[in-house]
């Protein structure tokens, strides 16, 4: 390594470290940039995939009122993908490559979109939990060090605050609703509470990027705290609506002031990251179907705004 270069990092990380944003201008190592766009990317992917679970009950929502609601849920996390997918094309990738990579297997999403939604009760266990993780962690995200990452994170956080009042609001009707509808939201519970843990990740001993991450501030909290912060939060929720966690080593410590859990299942999170989840195959099969059928709608999109730049010239 250089001097210059040296030089060059030793200033990047002051700047870093007096909490100041970087922007696309600006000159960056090409670790941080790799790992930026990796992280985003993800997060984009994760929004679209994510799309699909729900969008299986549009049509079987039980009322207008529900449709309603749960259209503009998806439509919002379409809107995600897109804030997300500008902001990695600001770090020199187009939404092309970003595209090819994901269905080539190089890319990866949060591996908790590759579980199925089997009733009703599953898109109230995927708001409250799987949107309040996210929102766990997208909070942190506003202060992220990537100018055009911490700016999109500010709506997407607001929008996926109501996405997971939304599903708290499907779980309280449905625990407090027939028999049946209750053991329904308690089977859903049990079916989506460790998925939504492993959203965050390996725990920080094991995650690799997790320390060049925190360095830069990209990642402003590690794996095992805000997955600590979610636990703490949502447990009481469970518990008000007369729901069970399904851990029977859960317990309050009050000498952490916080809540000790049982070991998460790291073998099946493995295996669905590495595409052996529930509904791996299904989720990349109808994505690329979908992207290709949309292929004439992105050349006619093309086409026109060429033609309006060469009428302005």
């Known amino acids: 390594m250089t001097i210059e270069l040296q030089e060059k990092l030793q200033d990047f990380q002051t700047y870093i470290d007096a909490e100041e944003k970087i922007e696309p201008g600006d000159w960056m190592p090409d670790d941080y940039r790799a790992h930026n766009v990796r992280q985003i990317s993800q997060h984009a992917h994760s929004e679209v995939i994510g799309m699909q679970p729900e969008g299986n009950w549009i049509t079987r929502a039980p009322s207008l009122r529900a449709k309603k609601i749960l259209l503009a849920k998806i439509q919002d996390e379409g809107g995600h993908g897109l804030y997300l997918y500008s902001a990695a094309e600001t770090l020199g990738i187009s939404r092309d490559e970003l595209i090819e990579q994901l269905h080539e297997g190089k890319a990866k999403y949060s591996s908790v979109f590759n579980y199925p939604t089997l009733n009703w009760a599953d898109i109230g266990a995927i708001g409250w939990l799987v949107d309040g993780a996210a929102v766990t962690n997208q909070l942190s995200l506003r202060r992220t060090s990537y100018g055009p990452y911490a700016r999109a ?161």
């Open 153 to 313: 994170m500010f709506r997407i956080c607001n929008e996926e605050s109501f996405h997971q009042r939304q599903g708290y609001e499907i779980m309280m009707k449905m625990a407090n609703g027939t028999p049946e509808q209750r053991e329904m939201a308690q089977d859903a519970l049990n079916r989506w509470w460790w998925p939504a843990l492993m959203m965050f990740g390996p725990h920080d001993n094991q995650s690799q990027r997790t320390h060049k991450g925190m360095m830069w501030k990209i990642k402003r909290a590690s794996n095992d705290e805000l997955r600590q912060r979610f636990i703490d939060k949502t447990v009481p929720q469970a518990e008000f609506l007369g729901l069970t966690i399904p851990d029977p080593d859960l317990r309050w410590n009050p000498d952490t002031n916080q809540y000790d859990t049982g070991e998460i299942n790291w073998d099946e999170f493995h295996q669905v990251i590495s595409g052996n989840g529930p509904c791996n195959r299904e989720r990349m099969d109808h994505h690329k179907k979908v992207h290709e059928e949309g292929a004439w709608v992105r050349e006619a999109a093309a086409a026109f705004a060429a033609k309006k730049q060469a009428q302005q010239n």
